[in-house]
């Protein structure tokens, strides 16, 4: 446990670090500690040591974390940063504080009913799969701004997204293929800041203040490319104890 305080505290030295190196106030970025596969007592440990924001990929390991975690205080702001299953939107409106993996227009729209029945805004970052890659979830971004008709049709989606009325949309996600080295995926992190910054020229309607990008192996180099969110696990908890 105590190894928890002393990594996030690293972890925020190389956050301060990297944003400096960058021009950047150290401030812009937030931690979000992942604590997916980790039990309620780490996520509480990551807490007591100054996290504010956990991040759990999956709608039903989350939910008794969720719950064990309540009465904390200050409670934490919950990220749902896994693909959510339309079957399980309800539960993650009334879970979570932001869904950063809104991956889709029809996961968009479901969330957007749901936070309507709860009566509750749900602030979202829209997953971008920017590398292409068959095996990751996001709204595609085939072929970049290039490519005139694929881009035209990401557009149109995300113009009908931030169109809908319980959904405040933040700004983007993503996750860098694994390529091994941090530089490797910089190229990666410029991309969602380009299509970011064109985003918030054609669809002015909503904001676009959030670049969700960066992980253990490669948040350094996310920072320098504008990561305002970097979602962080292994480096604070340890290894996966199970899934993924
Ligand atoms: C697991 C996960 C992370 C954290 O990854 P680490 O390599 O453990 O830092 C970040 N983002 C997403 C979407 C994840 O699933």
Redesign the pocket.
Known sequence: MEDIAARIAQIHVRIAAAARRAGRRPEAITLVA?S?THGPALARAALAAGATDL?E?RVQEAAPKIAALAAAAPRPRWHL??HLQRNKARAAAELFDMV??VDSLRLAETLDRYAAELDRRMPVLLQINVSGEASKEGFALAGGVANRAAYARLIADLERVVALPQLEVRGL?T?APLVGDAEAARPTFRLLRELRDDLARRLPQARWDELSMG???D?EAAITEGATIV?????I?GD?LDH?
């Open positions: 992942v997916k991040g990929n940063i896994g950063q993996s996600m996750i992980m253990t192996d948040f979602r962080v696990g292994r480096a908890f996966r993924e």
